[in-house]
Every structure is written in structure tokens, then in C-alpha cells.
């Protein structure tokens, strides 16, 4: 099971987790979780008007042997306005455009979208049960 949480983050409202969503699913090969501005393809959905954030801009896919894949997918521009990294425990890595990355399995940690223009993130927690 992959278990995510998602909390958008400004400026004004840093600390405040009142927009907290979540969503799961089972570590079944294929399953997928998907987070972006697109509320019919996406689990977790950010404003409509944080355009740093792809209407598709994460994906979360179960690979055949149950652990769990991390994919920034490529959007609409040739260049991203925003800046994603992975961060588990003391360990923080940046992923690259349209890069891939395994997330530990049993671990949890945090995926963040970080706005190149402004001061405010898409803040992904993750939990992948073992």
C-alpha cells in the first residue's frame, strides 16, 4: 500500500494544513496515483490557478515487484517552472524533468514541488508500507 498526503503551501499560510488531502492504494503492479491541476485524472489536485504544477504533474505507478515509482512527468513547456526533490529523512534528491525514481520501499518521506516564481510548494508526504 502507498499511502500519500498532500498539503499546498504559500507564503501567507505556511504551517497551515486545512487543505491537507490524501489518497492510497494498494501495491498492486499498475496501480497509479497521479497529482496535478486535472481533477479527472489526478488523485490529488492543486489550485487551478498554480500554473508551476502540471495539469499532470506527478506519478506514482506500482512496478511488477510492489514497490512504488516516482515519475515528474514532462508538461506542456520545454522548460519547468518548478523544481521537484525528493527528501527521506536526511537523504534529498532532486529529480529531473521527466525523470524517474524508486521510492524506498517501507519508507516513507516527502516529494516536494517547489514554484521557481514564487514562495509556495506542493508538499507530497508518502508512506509505502512494507
Known amino acids: 500500500m502507498l499511502e500519500l498526503t498532500m498539503a499546498t503551501v504559500s507564503e501567507a499560510d505556511s504551517g497551515?494544513?486545512?487543505g491537507m488531502t490524501m489518497a492510497d492504494?494498494?501495491?498492486e503492479p499498475g496501480a497509479a496515483l497521479r497529482v496535478g491541476r486535472d481533477a479527472s485524472v489526478c488523485k490529488l489536485v492543486t489550485p487551478d490557478d498554480w500554473l508551476f504544477v502540471s495539469r499532470v504533474h506527478l506519478e506514482f505507478v506500482c512496478a511488477p515487484d510492489?514497490?512504488?515509482q516516482l515519475t515528474w512527468l514532462r508538461?506542456?513547456?520545454a522548460e519547468p517552472s518548478a523544481e521537484v526533490r525528493l527528501v527521506?529523512?536526511?537523504f534529498s534528491q532532486?529529480?529531473?524533468y521527466g525523470g524517474?525514481?524508486?521510492l524506498p520501499h517501507g519508507g516513507s518521506g516527502e516529494i516536494v514541488v517547489q514554484d521557481r516564481t514564487a514562495p509556495r510548494s506542493v508538499n507530497v508526504g508518502f508512506y509505502h508500507e512494507a
Do not use: D, I, K, N
Open 66 to 68: 510492489g514497490g512504488w
Open 16 to 18: 497551515a494544513t486545512a
Open 75 to 77: 508538461g506542456s513547456q
Open 25 to 27: 492504494a494498494p501495491s
Open 88 to 90: 527521506s529523512g536526511e
Open 94 to 96: 532532486p529529480l529531473g
Open 100 to 102: 524517474t525514481v524508486r
